[in-house]
């Protein structure tokens, strides 16, 4: 029914052996009767897919990280808080720390969300500092981390050092013999580029050709090598990490298979929980929490539902959204392939305006977290994010990229979950987490904004 073809892909430390497998037509056609909305999947029509494989927390019996790993990362952000403050200006009333507000949207529910239950939060890690999107989180995490052991094991610094360390001459000088490299649709392309020029990194972004212009012209701006490609993330992706692995001095930033990106992304649920109590919002059977994710490779939705699930336990409910030309999660948990097989197997073109979302492979090490953690992914067409655009800005003149705006219709698409678990929505609160939008151009905003009126 299948084939299977072997091949190497050099990650960070180690070369590991990976299986593509290959489907006929009679093995799409087997898929298509073992998962009935497959068919609707693969034809490009939005679907709801509930997780068979959900587990309550005390049913897990291991994850590859537990809560401690994601309290060592608030460690580390506190460590170079000092440091972040004094390069980036932008993080002095958060006194260097890279978090977003918390937003209620109540003019956008009484307009088009009236009949709802429960309040209508947006998380808006589209106005994350330094980077202006989700990706602030990982991928800045990472970058600082590797930072922190090259100086560490030059013995430049102790970790009860003043972090200010590093906005000297000679910490950047130190960095400049070294080389980082990360393969990117646009935003996580952005956040390493940025951190990484501004420590002295030679940093090199290999960009799909789903990234939009003004993502690597501000690249470049910000002292960041650009390599283009025409092919997907999955080419450029595996491009970055073949030249970078090439220097013995190189470390690549894998976003199909990192621990450190998801362990960064993961510390938002400890901000959130902060931000819930300032709110006097209770999370418990009474009063359930959703969240709804944009999801791109997994490892920001993923990192952060692990964050939440650690935090909320089972009275959280995380729900993925994807674009209908790029469901890789959705394909990888349902077929229980995972990483192993990408969206082009099934006929799928990866061609969505949510360039951070045009991904066609899911994360190996997010994906198999998250398949005993989320409670289902959602799939979303292009016209409608225009339109989610659009209406936020009008409504709460709050400006997203289009693939920012995939988590706002959560609260639509869950009745058949509320329904299974008997879950009690007058208490609930449903947070729609923003993934990026700030940064965008004047210009580009106003097209996406029109593309969304025309379609409302």
Known sequence: MISCCEGNNIRNESKKKVFII????????????????????????????????????????????????????????????PFLENEFPETADTKGMIESPLKRIDHMKEKYFSDMEGALYLKCDHA????????ARGGIYEVLQHAENLALEAGLVQKNDDYMKFSSKSFK???SQYSIGVGSTGNLGLSIGVISAKLGF????????????WKKDLLRKKGAHVLEFQGDFSEAISAGREQTM????????????????????SVAALRLKEQLYRENITVDADHPLFVYLPCGV???????T???????GDHVHCFFAEPTHSPSVLIGLATREMDRVSVQDF??????????????????????????????????????????????????????EPSATAGITGHRQIEPYVREHAIELSNATHIAWATGGSLVPEKDMEIFYNKGKRLI
């Open 22 to 81: 290959v489907y006929n037509q009679q093995a799409l056609n087997d898929w298509q009767h073992q998962i009935p909305i497959m068919k609707d999947i693969m034809n490009l029509n939005p679907v709801l897919w509930l997780n068979p494989k959900l587990k309550n927390m005390n049913e897990i019996a291991s994850l590859p990280l537990e809560g401690e790993d994601i309290k060592k990362a608030e460690l580390l952000w506190q460590r170079f808080a």
């Open 128 to 135: 994350l500092p330094i980077a202006g999107s989700i990706k």
């Open 173 to 175: 000088s130190f960095f």
């Open 202 to 213: 030679n940093v090199s972004v290999y960009m799909s050709v789903d990234a939009k212009q």
């Open 246 to 265: 090439a220097d013995p001095k190189g470390y690549f930033v894998d976003d199909e298979d990192s621990e450190n990106l998801f362990l960064g992304y």
């Open 298 to 304: 997994g490892g920001s939705p993923g990192g952060i």
């Open 306 to 312: 692990f964050g939440l699930k650690q935090v909320f």
């Open 347 to 400: 006929g799928i073109d990866n061609r969505t305006e949510a360039d951070g979302l045009a991904v066609g492979r899911p994360s190996r090490f997010a994906t198999a977290i998250s398949d005993q953690l989320v409670s289902g992914i959602y799939t979303i067409e292009d016209k409608e994010l225009y339109r989610l655009l659009a209406m936020l800005a009008d409504t709460e003149k709050i400006y997203l």
